[in-house]
């Protein structure tokens, strides 16, 4: 199906692990993104990508890592997982240009305990 | 630096009243304004962009540089518009195009 998928969609793991949280699009699209929602911070930016490996830095990146090898996959990685890291994850896809429409996949929801 | 505020966490109306969602930001270039909704259970999805300058589900927002908002109005809420309303900015990020989103607003219509 087109469109933009996360992978999983729940997922609970202990403090220490490693864990990655899978993103697919299917339209090609230049930039990629990852949000992390919790109560009372709204979406906050992890990393994004503006191609197949090009990565920057959002606002809260410790802890995380991104790749981009391909253009249509953008994995997060939380190499040990804390328990701040507890949260609901997002990824999104724009085409790009000006005013373009983001698409957001459905969330993956990871407890860390 | 880019940066998005929505002073109102939550915000509560009577079905038929009129609502407004404040969205202020903070950007040197030329900004790109977008609102998002999150209904329950829902991904999130795009509900209006500033350069459409279209009317999506009653609701309206204008950007206003001058004082660098980009409110979200309607002038009279329904109970299914209740539902997580996010602004987001747009712009280049360094070198690359990063879209930043505020804190939210909860919006519940009443009954």
């Known amino acids: 199906d087109a469109g933009i998928t996360q992978s999983p969609r729940y997922k609970i793991t202990e403090t220490g692990r490693q864990v990655t949280l899978m993103c697919h699009q299917t339209?090609?699209?230049?930039?990629m993104f990852w949000y992390r929602q919790d109560l009372g911070h709204g979406l906050r930016l992890i990393y994004y990508?503006?191609?197949?490996?090009?990565?920057d830095k959002g606002e809260v990146p410790d802890g995380y890592v991104v790749s981009r090898s391909k253009t249509e996959n953008f994995p997060l990685t939380l190499e040990s997982a804390t328990r701040s890291q507890t949260s609901v994850y997002f990824c999104?896809?724009?085409?790009?240009?000006?005013?373009?429409?983001?698409?957001f996949g459905q969330g993956t929801r990871l407890t860390v305990v | 630096a880019q940066r998005v505020t929505q002073p109102e966490k939550l915000l509560s109306v009577f079905k038929g009243a009129p609502v407004e969602l404040k969205c202020n930001y903070s950007?040197?270039?030329?900004?790109?304004l977008f609102w998002y909704v999150q209904y329950s259970r829902q991904r999130l999805q795009l509900l209006l962009r500033?350069?459409s300058r279209e009317s999506i589900k009653g609701f309206t927002a204008d950007l206003n540089k001058g004082e660098t908002s980009f409110h979200l109005k309607k002038p009279f809420a329904q109970e299914e518009d209740s539902a997580m309303y996010y602004c987001?900015?747009?712009?280049?990020?360094?070198?690359?195009?990063?879209?930043?989103f505020g804190k939210g607003t909860l919006l519940t219509v009443n009954p």
């Open positions: 339209w090609s699209h230049s930039y």
């Open positions: 999104a896809s724009i085409r790009g240009g000006v005013g373009t429409e983001a698409f």
């Open positions: 987001a900015l747009g712009g280049s990020g360094g070198s690359n195009y990063k879209l930043t």
């Open positions: 500033h350069i």
């Open positions: 990508s503006a191609a197949a490996d090009i990565t």
């Open positions: 950007y040197s270039g030329s900004p790109e």
